[in-house]
């Protein structure tokens, strides 16, 4: 072959391969722009915008979903990401790392020759069996007080002791079977303020405050109306109020209005919470009657004063309902207050649902952020270990994983034995980068883990990040949900699979709102 035919073929491949290359590069800079938070000795990432305002985090999915990237494949990446955090509400940057470990040793395949297809075949052969693994490896956790409950939120807590007892207490609180809904998430109960002190407490936390300064501070023993809409009189057309029937007509609603105020104070109505706004003549007639009225609540919140007091909510023709049915919508909380220090209402002891508020303190605005996403994992944590169960930490499962699906090599057939080795190589890398990140030679330590692991057999030995010297995880208090770990590599192999597939790139044309493509006036 000659120089010249050797370079066209060389340019085939290259043609060939472009949109590949382009794809796992934009996923391999992803990767790295949060692989060095990983593990207790991960460092922290600055996120600055274009006015100067400046985040920083260790958090992996905040990165993520805060950085600047145009590339689609970067933004698949991306939402995946944000889907894990979703779904298990930690685990977001291992996810991320395999999934950019799985794409470039995929890549390095189909370069030297390995069919595509061929290495997607290998992968999810490997996948499978290491999600597998990973499952029958799940230590079920028999109930909260359980030691391994807090270890779990220690760890994503990144080891902030305070934030890992909230968040326990907070479990406790709900209990084994609201963790377990499918509906609830921990995390959402997790909020932060800058000067409030640490505190968990049965209720919820309205982030307004009263309508007025004249309204009661404190009450107790309180009946709640929950008013999913303005409270205000139902309108009536501007046409319409020019008749003489429609401006009978508006006469009628206003009265109905006042009629509607006043069952509610003869209801003994104590607090009401309203979607949107309220009329300045219903502020002026519950002030005088002594109840506390809170406007424009976030619909999340307005949700879970509901659940947490029993209340029905209603919309503001519902108002129209007589007292005795009017009455079955209320709901009831053991006490209410006005925190003007927080700017902020507290609903706690409701007769609903159990409804747990972890309320987490912060030196400094500049902080309130952080401490809240760190919360929010150490939640989501504990509440996947309570659902799968809990698996050694510090990449040392990963390792003993990807030492078993090796091992199916030899039973797979021709070229996708391949993709077996993309999805070792995987599992692999959480330690390598934990190991790095700690400052030592991830080849070293890795054989070293497992040499130790295979002398053994115990899946649990991994690196101490200290000392660099092997060390048992589970002895150590390094644990893991395991629906986080089996999560991630799911998602990895997802992002990884589709990178994969993709052979060109080619740019859509512009479409209209109907879905019809723009005509060319060229």
């Known amino acids: 072959m000659t120089l010249k035919q050797q370079a066209s073929q060389g340019s085939e491949v290259d043609e060939r391969l472009g949109a590949l290359m382009t794809n796992a590069n934009a996923i391999r800079a992803i990767a790295a722009a949060v692989e060095g938070t990983l593990g207790p000795k991960g460092l922290d990432t600055m996120l600055v915008d274009r006015f100067g305002d400046v985040v920083i985090t260790n958090d992996g999915v905040t990165i993520l979903t805060r950085m600047e990237a145009n590339h689609p494949a970067a933004r698949l990446l991306i939402n995946i990401a944000r889907a894990q955090e979703e779904e298990v509400g930690d685990g977001t940057t291992t996810a991320t790392v395999m999934a950019g470990q799985l794409v470039a040793t995929g890549v390095e395949l189909v370069v030297k020759g390995v069919p595509v297809a061929k290495v997607i075949e290998g992968m999810r052969v490997g996948l499978k069996a290491a999600a597998e693994i990973m499952r029958q490896a799940a230590e079920p956790v028999a109930d909260l007080d359980d030691p391994r409950i807090r270890q779990v939120a220690l760890v994503a807590g990144r080891e902030h002791e305070d934030i890992a007892d909230l968040v326990v207490e907070a479990a406790r609180l709900v209990g084994i079977a609201k963790l377990k809904d499918p509906h609830f998430k921990l995390a959402d109960t997790v909020i932060a303020q800058e000067n409030a002190r640490n505190e968990v407490f049965l209720g919820v936390v309205i982030s307004k405050e009263r309508l007025n300064r004249q309204m009661p ?306």
């Not at 009450?219 to 009189?233: C, F, G, I, Y």
């Not at 809240?372 to 989501?380: N, P, V, Y």
């Not at 002398?455 to 644990?479: F, K």
């Open 217 to 522: 501070l404190e009450k107790k023993n309180v009946k709640v109306l929950v008013v999913d809409d303005a409270l205000e009189p139902e309108e009536v057309d501007e046409e319409a109020l020019s008749t003489e029937a429609g401006f009978a007509r508006y006469l009628e609603l206003q009265q109905q209005f006042r009629d509607n105020l006043k069952k509610m104070v003869d209801l003994g109505v104590g607090l009401i919470l309203v979607d949107r706004s309220v009329a300045p003549e219903a502020e002026e007639i519950l002030t005088d009657a002594g109840i506390m009225v809170v406007q424009r609540v976030l619909h999340k919140e307005l949700h879970k004063a509901a659940e947490h007091t029993g209340a029905r909510m209603i919309k503001r023709t519902g108002l129209k309902k007589a007292s005795e049915e009017l009455a079955r919508f209320l709901g009831k909380a053991r006490h209410v207050f006005n925190d003007e220090k927080l700017a902020q209402v507290c609903i706690r002891g409701g007769k609903g649902k159990p409804m747990a508020t972890v309320l987490v303190g912060a030196a400094t605005k500049e902080v309130v952020g952080e401490r809240e996403r760190i919360a929010k994992d150490a939640a989501g944590a504990v509440q996947a270990a309570v659902r799968g169960g809990v698996v050694p930490g510090g990449g040392s499962l990963e390792l003993w994983t990807a030492r078993e699906v090796e091992r199916l090599k030899s039973s797979v057939r021709g070229m996708a034995a391949y993709g077996v080795e993309c999805v070792v190589e995987a599992l692999k890398r959480p330690m390598a980068q934990i190991v790095a990140n700690a400052g030592f030679n991830p080849l070293e330590k890795i054989g070293d883990v497992v040499a130790a692991q295979a002398e053994t057999g115990n899946r649990a030995l991994a690196i101490d990040c200290d000392t660099g010297a092997v060390a048992d995880m589970l002895a150590g208090g390094v644990v893991d949900p395991a629906d986080v770990k089996i999560y991630a590599l799911k998602a990895a192999g997802e992002v990884a699979e589709a990178i994969l597939r993709i052979d060109t790139i080619i740019k859509k044309r512009e479409e209209n709102s109907d879905g019809k493509g723009l005509k060319n006036d060229a």
